[in-house]
């Protein structure tokens, strides 16, 4: 037997000498002939092990290089087709923890309350957590008949104790473009929740409507975008560039991974006046789009720094339908910055990046921003920018910590804004729906007063205590909230926005740039 064996992996070596590989790669097939024809429990199955052995090759590489098994391969294209019916959340698995990266607008679990960086520790009262927790299982648990609900325990930033939310499944919205407005006579407003494969055609519906209704100028918001299709990235900011202008190039190992994007010159908005929103949230395709705006001095970026990924992923899928997503280049924007923040193979640290710039006050003061002196580029005009850390803005706005008091950060982390909204919502949906539009729904609503007294018995019905000091600080956020909650439930997405803006600070930023014509083709302060 153990002749027949090492004649088997003789003859492996001399097959695998002419077929080029390596002496690391002879010694894998030589590890796994091995344990499959001669480890001492037969039970072991060599498929599983290589399953759970390929993820720890790629902890070695960027954050971003991953893999997936034929059943999350599966799980992923069903989702995508919409054939299945979830809570409308992503999630990865970290350190043996469920954590929720991205919460799609006005899905379930928006709904409900969750919120973006939430740890997911129980699903109906049993503990999921440790080395048996895995992105498959998870979204498999997390999936159900429509109207079904699923009760999760939520560890959450900032919460003192464990929150428990029940979420009813349901499908999420499908667009990307979750709302366009007119701000003011002049002003256009489009939300963009992520890059998809229908977003291009969603993004300039919107912008032709608001010119036709007057806009002049656009105020574009990618915060909390958390990035999606290159291509769609590419031929949005196409629409705001004159021709020949470089929109993104992208650099890998290989020559034919060098290509440089420019404009065609056929964008129908080269002339408005442009803002471009963005967060710590907003990462890789509104990275690129953002920095195609800013390097070429095309309009002004204003927010909070964005998150950093600038690499590009290439998926190779496998005949069981396994698939490996690997990066194989990197994204740099027309000055020349890869926007990509370091990694150095520490997976854990860079997802604890984002918590880190909230310990360091960077989302409060500019002056904590940590810039990499050494990466400094120019735009067209030649304004300094940064490289190696995403996308810093021309105007920074910090995090709203004057109205954010701990009453409010309290109902918040219980859920308890949207859950009172939703409640006032189903009590009078039947006058409510009447409404046509969210400024006629607001004159039907009572007075910021009579409904924050109201709300304020309800969070203390449920466990928050009045405490009118921060209550008072907080209720121009509080009313602003339950009202956009209201006008979404009944009206949709879409009616949301236009009353939570009318209290944001970063849209009040915007507006202030552009009345007085701060951000005109071409930018040359900041």
Not at 199 to 206: L, R, S
Not at 368 to 393: A, W
């Amino acid at each position: 037997m153990i002749g027949c064996v090492v004649l088997g992996i003789l003859i492996g070596y001399n097959y695998s000498k002419r077929n080029g590989l390596t002496e690391n790669e002879l010694k894998l097939n030589t590890i796994l002939n091995l344990i499959s024809q001669e480890y001492v429990d037969d039970s072991v199955k060599i498929n599983d092990l290589t399953e759970s052995v390929i993820p720890l090759f790629l902890t070695g590489l960027d954050p971003h290089s991953s893999y997936l098994s034929p059943q999350e391969n599966t799980s992923e294209q069903e989702e995508l087709k919409g054939n299945t019916t979830s809570i409308g959340v992503s999630v990865q698995v970290m350190n043996d923890t469920i954590k929720i990266i991205e919460v799609i607008p006005g899905g379930p679990s928006d709904k409900a309350g969750i919120k973006a960086g939430d740890k997911i520790v129980s699903i109906d009262d049993i503990l999921w957590t440790g080395p048996q927790v895995n992105v498959y299982k998870v979204n498999d648990r997390l999936r159900g008949p429509r109207g079904s609900n699923v009760k999760l325990g939520i560890v959450r930033a900032g919460a003192e104790k464990q929150l428990s939310f029940v979420v009813t499944r349901g499908n999420a919205p499908k667009n990307t473009v979750d709302c366009y407005y007119m701000v003011d006579k002049t002003t256009g407003y489009v939300k963009v929740s992520q890059f998809g494969k229908t977003t291009y055609t969603e993004f300039v519906k919107a912008l032709n409507y608001l010119q036709n209704n007057g806009a002049k100028r656009f105020i574009i918001d990618l915060r909390g975008n958390g990035g999606g299709l290159f291509e769609t990235a590419k031929d949005m900011a196409n629409e705001f560039l004159t021709r020949d202008n470089i929109i993104v190039s992208t650099k890998g190992r290989h020559r034919r991974d060098e290509v440089t994007y420019r404009s065609d010159g056929n964008g129908n908005f080269q002339d408005q006046e442009l803002v471009v929103l963005i967060d710590e949230y907003s990462a890789s395709a509104s990275e690129i789009f953002a920095g195609a705006i800013q390097d070429n001095d095309r309009g002004l970026i204003i927010g909070r720094r964005s998150f950093g990924k600038g690499l590009v992923q290439s998926q190779h899928v496998f005949s069981d339908n396994s698939a490996l997503i690997l990066t194989t280049a990197k994204y740099y924007t027309p000055s020349g910055r890869c926007i990509q923040r370091p990694y150095n193979n520490d997976r854990d640290a860079y997802q604890k990046e984002i918590l880190d710039r909230k310990d360091n006050g960077e989302l409060y003061n500019k002056n904590n921003i940590k810039r990499d002196k050494s990466q400094v580029y120019q735009t067209t005009t030649g304004r300094k920018v940064y490289g190696g850390g995403g996308i810093e803005p021309d105007i920074f706005v910090p995090c709203d910590t004057a109205s954010e008091s701990i009453y409010y950060k309290a109902v918040v982390n219980y859920g308890l804004i949207q859950e009172y909204s939703l409640k006032y919502a189903t009590e009078h949906r039947a006058s409510l729906s009447k409404m046509s539009d969210y400024k006629q729904l607001l004159r039907n609503l009572p007075a910021n007063d009579e409904i924050l007294n109201d709300f304020v018995k309800y969070a203390a019905y449920k466990g928050v205590p009045d405490r009118w000091y921060y209550i008072h600080q907080s209720q121009d956020l509080i009313t602003s909230n339950i009202k956009g909650y209201i006008a979404r439930d009944i009206l949709g997405q879409g009616a949301y926005y236009p009353i939570v803006n009318r209290t944001d600070k970063t849209i009040e930023a915007a507006l202030k740039a552009l009345n007085k014509h701060k951000a005109a083709f071409p930018i040359t302060n900041y």
